[in-house]
């Protein structure tokens, strides 16, 4: 069956690093467009960042830019999301999505807390 499984997250203080990855299987992995969210206490889930299908192409939210890095390894069927300077703000549940016309997949999440 589908499975996107998060994993990476947890407490780190600000300024540092987390990588996240999400493993995907059930499904051709390679033919997705991939994003991650994220969901904070009391917010609607946002899109974090995507990487597109054809020729690679990421686009992240401004909230984002120039700290994270989303990438994907189709040999492993694994997308991550390495961030880096996080903030108070990046506090959140992130998931893992993937989409392929109307076929739409999540995982379970993973949280990450940034605090001191």
């Known amino acids: 069956q589908v499975q996107l499984v998060e994993s990476g997250g947890g407490l780190v203080q600000p300024g540092g690093s987390l990588r996240l990855s999400c493993a995907a299987s059930?499904?051709?992995?390679?033919?997705?467009?991939m994003r991650w969210y994220r969901q904070a206490p009391g917010k609607e889930r946002a899109l974090v960042a995507g990487?597109?299908?054809?020729?690679?192409?990421?686009d992240y939210a401004d909230s984002v830019k120039g700290r994270f890095t989303i990438s994907r390894d189709n040999t492993k069927n694994i997308l991550y999301l390495q961030m880096n300077s996080l903030k108070f703000e990046d506090t959140a549940v992130y998931y893992c999505?993937?989409?392929?016309?109307?076929?739409?997949?999540w995982g379970q999440g993973t949280q990450v807390t940034v605090s001191s």
């Open positions: 990487m597109l299908l054809v020729g690679g192409r990421r």
């Open positions: 059930g499904f051709n992995f390679s033919r997705f467009t």
């Open positions: 999505n993937a989409i392929y016309g109307s076929l739409g997949y």
